[in-house]
């Protein structure tokens, strides 16, 4: 990829336009010239931190109950 085409793909990935609850469709991917591949591991970093952490915060809810854990969770949200 072109050094001003990476620069102008990375300006649109990090305004926030695609995220988990938007990902990337293999379309929109390819009119942004990323393969299908590369639009799919858009969505890596969120999924392997769902997967990798949900065994400690299920722990944590098991522990501590499910309402403190939402709660927690949904304070902490709107503090930051």
């Known amino acids: 990829m072109p050094p001003d085409q990476a620069k102008s793909l990375a300006e649109k990935l990090s305004i926030g336009t695609w995220t988990h609850d938007f990902p990337i469709w293999a379309n929109v991917g390819k009119e942004l010239g990323l393969s299908p591949a590369s639009a799919g591991l858009t969505l890596l970093p ?9 065994r400690f915060f299920g722990r944590l809810a098991d522990t501590f109950g499910a309402r403190r854990m939402l709660v927690t969770g949904a ?3 709107s503090a930051a």
């Open 46 to 54: 969120f999924t392997l931190g769902v997967g990798l952490l949900s």
């Open 75 to 77: 304070v902490g949200a």
